[in-house]
């Protein structure tokens, strides 16, 4: 069974540019979280989407968004980019909404804003 | 605000000894607690979890125990090992939450 993928794995942006990262659970799953990875910050949420709802979103702001696809892939983009969006991010999955059970992590993609 | 925190960013152990992870909470409400761990360029993978109504549980190696009037809860390695090197999380959620909080994390290395 195929884990969570994510892509790029790997990308550097400039300030002010937007950036797209993508996400494809395992099959079946129809739950995707997404996650800020920074030092001394652990994982922070940034939303979760289920059957293409957003349910639920963290304290971020508006320049992040998500949405989610009937095949329950899903995007998230981050406009105007900031040196502080620096991070990992990574994207989860999970069979049920929520917290109800264990999230599959994927590998992460790795923004880099210069 | 920090919900779930891990106050150890470090930890280094020697192999075959313990190895012990704390994590503490403040909320009351969580009653779900999971522990990840996460190597170098890979995401985390579920190592093992507790719910409330347990104040113990054992896989192999890794236990976790939770100390609910302390809001505290701990993952024993025993024996350690090398390849246990590596970020560990701890996250708790609760009944009807939408979301899980994690802590900042702790690195554990285990010198051979």
């Known amino acids: 069974k195929a884990g969570v993928t994510q892509t790029p794995r790997y990308l550097i942006k400039t300030r002010g540019q937007q950036v797209t990262l993508s996400c494809s659970p395992i099959s079946g799953h129809r739950s995707v979280s997404w996650y800020q990875q920074t030092p001394g910050q652990g994982l922070q949420f940034l939303f979760e989407?289920?059957?293409?709802?957003?349910?639920n979103k963290g304290n971020f702001p508006g320049r992040f968004s998500g949405r989610q696809f009937s095949n329950s892939r899903s995007e998230m983009n981050v406009s105007t980019l900031e040196l502080g969006d620096s991070a990992l991010y990574l994207c989860?999955?999970?069979?049920?909404?929520?917290?109800?059970?264990?999230?599959?992590f994927g590998e992460g993609s790795r923004l880099t804003v210069l | 605000d920090q919900q779930v925190k891990q106050n150890s960013p470090s930890l280094s152990v020697q192999e075959g000894r313990i190895s012990i992870l704390n994590c503490d909470y403040t909320?009351?409400?969580?009653?779900?607690f999971l522990w990840y761990k996460k190597y170098p360029a890979e995401g985390p993978t579920f190592l093992i979890s507790i719910s409330s109504i347990k104040d113990k549980n054992e896989d192999g190696r890794f236990t976790v125990f939770l100390n609910k009037s302390a809001k505290h809860l701990s993952l024993h390695i025993v024996p350690s090992q090398p390849g246990d090197s590596a970020v560990y999380f701890c996250?708790?959620?609760?009944?009807?939450?939408?979301?899980?909080?994690f802590g900042s994390g702790t690195k554990l290395n285990v010198k051979p």
């Open positions: 996250a708790a959620s609760a009944s009807g939450f939408n979301k899980f909080y």
């Open positions: 989860a999955s999970s069979y049920r909404a929520g917290a109800d059970g264990e999230l599959f």
């Open positions: 989407y289920f059957s293409e709802t957003q349910r």
């Open positions: 909320n009351s409400m969580f009653d779900y």
